[in-house]
C-alpha cells in the first residue's frame, strides 16, 4: 500500500491522500475586485478532477491592501462568499478537501502581477496603494511600507477571523494561515525586518505574539471540528534571521493553540537570501519541525512519485505539496497512482476518467 494514498484524518474531515496541491496565485482577477473567476475555477478544479488530496486557494487577503498584485483573489467582504463558494463546492463534489489560504501581503504587497507590464511596486493610478508592514523599510525594488500604528496591528485579528468566518460560509473545509515568503505575518517573525520596540518586535515572544493572536482570533471562529494549517518559512535563509529553531518552536507553541498542519516552506523576507535549492530541499526543514509533535507538510521540487513516497516512508513529513509539478501535470496524483501500483479503485479517479487506469 502506498503512503502517499493512504487517507489522513484532520479533526472532522478526512484527506483522502497525501498529495495536496500547493497555494499558487494566478493574477487573474482583471477586475482587481478580489472575486474570483470562472480562472479560478477551472484551475482549482482541473486538481480536484486530478486527484489532489487537499485543493489549496492562492494567497486570499483578508483585506484589500493585504494583496500581493491588484489581480489577487480576496475574501475581505461578503460579495466574495458566493464567487468562492461555487469553487469550494465543485473541488469538494470530486472528493478534494477545499483550502483557503487566508494572507496579507504586507511590505511586498502592491507588486505587479508578472504577466503584467511593470515593475516593482503598482502606483495608485494603475490600482495600487501604500503597503505596510511592522516597521519603515522596504524589500529591495518595493517602495518603503509604512510601519503598521499600535491600533492597526491590534486589528489583524479580527481581519483573519472575519476572513475565517467567511471561508466557512463558502463552504472551505480548511483555513491555512499565510505566515511565510516574506509576506506580513512572516515580516513579524523576521528580525531582519521587523525593527518595532513595542509589544511586537524584539524578543522571540514578541516577534511571534501577532501570530500567535491570529491564530487564537481564527481558531476562535473557525469550526471545532475544521482543521486549521499554518505556512511558516523555516528559514530566511540570511544571517541573524529566522530560522529552524525559531520555527520548530513556534510550531509547537501554535500546535497548543489549536493548530493542526505546519506547511513548511522556506525563505521570502530579504533580497539578500542565499537560498540552496534542489530536489526535496525544504524536506529536512519539515522533518525537524515534526519534532513539536504537530502534523507537517513539506513543500519544494517534489517532483516524483517515488521521491514522494520516499519522503513520507521516512517520516519526515505527513504530506506533500506540490506547485510547479502540479501546474505541469493537474492530474499527477493519479500518474502517482499509475506508477506507484496502487489499484484503481482505491486511486482518485473520477469515474469520467476511469480509463485512464487502463494499462
Ligand atoms: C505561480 C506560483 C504562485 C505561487 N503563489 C503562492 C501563494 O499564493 N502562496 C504561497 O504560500 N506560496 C505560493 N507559491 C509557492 C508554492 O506554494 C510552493 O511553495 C513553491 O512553488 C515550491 O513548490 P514547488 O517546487 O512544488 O513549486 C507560488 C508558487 C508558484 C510557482
Redesign the pocket.
Known amino acids: 500500500m502506498s503512503l502517499l494514498f493512504e487517507p489522513l484524518k484532520l479533526r472532522g474531515v478526512t484527506a483522502r491522500n497525501r498529495i495536496w496541491l ?4 494566478q493574477y487573474s482577477c482583471f477586475d482587481q475586485d478580489g472575486i474570483p473567476t470562472d480562472w479560478h475555477l477551472v484551475n482549482l478544479g482541473q486538481h480536484a478532477i486530478g486527484g489532489f488530496g487537499i485543493v489549496l486557494t ?2 486570499t487577503a483578508v483585506v484589500p491592501e493585504g494583496r500581493i498584485s491588484p489581480e489577487d483573489t480576496g475574501i475581505w467582504s461578503d460579495a466574495h462568499i458566493e464567487p468562492w463558494r461555487r469553487i469550494a463546492e465543485f473541488v469538494r463534489s470530486q472528493g478534494a478537501l477545499a483550502g483557503m ?1 487566508l ?1 496579507h501581503a504586507g511590505r511586498k504587497g502592491s507588486t505587479y502581477a508578472p504577466f503584467v507590464d511593470g515593475d516593482g511596486t503598482v502606483p495608485d493610478i494603475e490600482g495600487g496603494w501604500q503597503a505596510v508592514g511592522p516597521s519603515n523599510n522596504a524589500f529591495e525594488g518595493y517602495a518603503e511600507a509604512r510601519e503598521l500604528k499600535a491600533e492597526e496591528v491590534a486589528a489583524l485579528p479580527q481581519a483573519f477571523a472575519d476572513a475565517a468566518t467567511r471561508a466557512d460560509h463558502a463552504g472551505f473545509d480548511l483555513v491555512e494561515i ?1 505566515a ?2 516574506g509576506y506580513l505575518l512572516h515580516e513579524f517573525l523576521s528580525p531582519l525586518v521587523n525593527h518595532r520596540t513595542d509589544q511586537w518586535g524584539g524578543s522571540f515572544d514578541n516577534r511571534t505574539r501577532i501570530v500567535i493572536e491570529v491564530v487564537d482570533a481564527v481558531r476562535g471562529v473557525w469550526p471545532d471540528d475544521k482543521p486549521l494549517f499554518v ?1 511558516l518559512s523555516a528559514t530566511d535563509w540570511a544571517d541573524g534571521g529566522w530560522d529552524v529553531e525559531q520555527t520548530t518552536r513556534l510550531a509547537g507553541i501554535l500546535k497548543d493553540h489549536g493548530v493542526d498542519v505546519i506547511d513548511v ?1 522556506s525563505g521570502g523576507a530579504v533580497a539578500e537570501q542565499q537560498i540552496v535549492a534542489g530536489p526535496g530541499y525544504q524536506v529536512p526543514f519539515a522533518h525537524e519541525v515534526s519534532s513539536a509533535g504537530v502534523a507537517v507538510a513539506t ?4 517532483t516524483e512519485p517515488a521521491q514522494a513516497e520516499a519522503i513520507l516512508a521516512d517520516g519526515s513529513a505527513d504530506a506533500v ?7 505541469r501535470e493537474p492530474a499527477w496524483p493519479l500518474r502517482a497512482a499509475h506508477e506507484l501500483g496502487v489499484p484503481p479503485r482505491d486511486a482518485p479517479y473520477p469515474p469520467q476518467h476511469i480509463r485512464g487506469s487502463w494499462r
Open positions: 500547493a497555494p499558487m496565485c492562492e494567497a489560504q494572507a499565510h511565510a515568503h505556512r516552506s513543500v519544494g521540487l517534489i505539496m506540490l506547485g510547479r509539478a502540479a501546474i
